[in-house]
């Protein structure tokens, strides 16, 4: 018998809360809510990672076997209209009804996808989380929020539909390409800057960098977790937004969705975009009179010690990244909304920009 070993959290929304584990060979975790399922006569099935699937064969000989499940190609083209009718499809070709049960496995491409398809599909159903990304585990699979993208602009349409469990198995970040390993960072590093001053902190200085062996990891992923829960249980479907509350989540967001939009989605993982637009982000707040210099130098040496981007790869026009900006989901009666901070570790929403600053950030970082 291998032996469980996980730290069990909760994200207390009455009766929506639900637990996240975080440990390794959570599988037997996730096989108990099959047959579960199964022994109530309940369907399941499970949306996964096309590179997930090539990768596990743990997962193909434990999971892969017991349910139907819809393998789907990695990267944000999947997150589209075409690739939710397939899942629509996939639904009910399988019998799937209103007690059926969805599990996905993969990143947050793959989570946002399956947690829209179960808002939608039958008006609702229950699904499961099972993040095998790093960007995944600390941000994506948990809070419940769901969507797709649009040619005009990222997670334009989607749902609040929360997961009935989140299960963090770090044992499938040993099979995690680096790249994706440092994109995950980016949404780590991004709790540090709008509200965890203390993680900031043991960021800048780990020494050893974090990997997905470190012993320091579990307790980071669980830091992220953990203050996303706090946010999400103040404001579950972002109504406070104006002052602050889950707009939060969105520190340069502003700016990476718009550089993803306009680059073509695909051409920068979620986090390298994020990497980029919390420097975007730190500078404006550095214009407005509030952080200092130094915490610029800080984070661009962050970034670079995990291999993140601090400056665009080819240029792309501002005018372009404007209209990306104007569709952002957060505008709000015509006026872009962006996440500021008054110093590291302390976030604010606001609208009072003015957007010559914004072409000055973004031509910081090689647009023209």
């Known amino acids: 018998m291998v032996e469980q070993r996980h730290k069990k959290l909760e994200v207390g929304l009455e009766n929506r809360s639900y637990p996240i584990y975080i440990g390794r060979n959570l599988n037997l ?3 108990d809510i099959i047959q579960e399922c199964h022994s109530q006569g309940k369907k399941v099935v499970a949306l996964m990672d096309d590179g997930l699937v090539k990768s596990s064969s743990e997962l193909k000989v434990d999971l892969l076997q017991s349910i139907p499940h819809l393998a789907l190609p990695s990267g944000e083209k999947t997150k589209s ?4 009718s397939r899942v629509w499809d996939f639904l009910a070709r399988e019998g799937v009804d209103r007690t059926g049960n969805l599990i996905a496995f993969g990143g947050g491409v793959t989570g946002d996808l399956s947690g829209f398809a179960a808002a939608s599909y039958l008006r609702g159903i229950d699904f499961y989380q099972v993040p095998t990304t790093l960007l995944a585990m600390v941000d994506s699979s948990v809070g419940g929020k769901t969507g797709i993208n649009l040619s005009a602009g990222k997670n334009l349409v989607g749902s609040f539909h929360q997961p009935k469990a989140v299960f963090i198995d770090l044992d499938y970040l040993t099979t995690l390409p680096k790249r994706e390993f440092s994109a995950g960072m980016a949404e780590v590093i991004k709790y540090g800057l ?3 001053q203390g993680l900031y902190q043991k960021l800048l200085s780990m020494k050893p960098l974090l990997d997905s062996q470190s012993e320091e990891l579990p307790g980071v992923i669980e830091a992220c977790c953990m203050d996303k829960a706090k946010i999400v249980e103040l404001d579950e479907k972002e109504t406070i937004g104006s ?3 889950r707009a939060l989540l969105n520190l340069g967001h502003t700016f990476a969705h718009a550089i993803e939009a306009v680059a073509g989605y695909g051409e920068y993982l979620h986090g390298e975009a994020v990497s980029i637009g919390l420097l975007c982000s730190l500078r404006l707040s550095v214009m407005m009179g509030h952080c200092k210099e130094s915490d610029q130098r800080e984070l661009e040496n ?9 400056k665009l790869r080819s240029s792309l026009p501002v005018s372009d990244l404007k209209v990306a900006m104007q569709s952002d989901k957060k505008v709000s009666g015509g006026k872009l909304r962006f996440v500021a901070m008054r110093n590291v570790g302390d976030a604010f929403v606001t609208s009072e920009v003015e957007w010559g600053d914004v072409v000055k950030v973004w031509r910081s970082v090689g647009a023209d």
């Open 29 to 31: 975790l996730v096989q």
């Open 81 to 84: 209209v075409e690739y939710l």
């Open 194 to 196: 709008l509200g965890n």
């Open 243 to 245: 002052t602050g509350g």
């Open 302 to 310: 962050l970034l670079n010690s995990y291999s993140l981007p601090i």
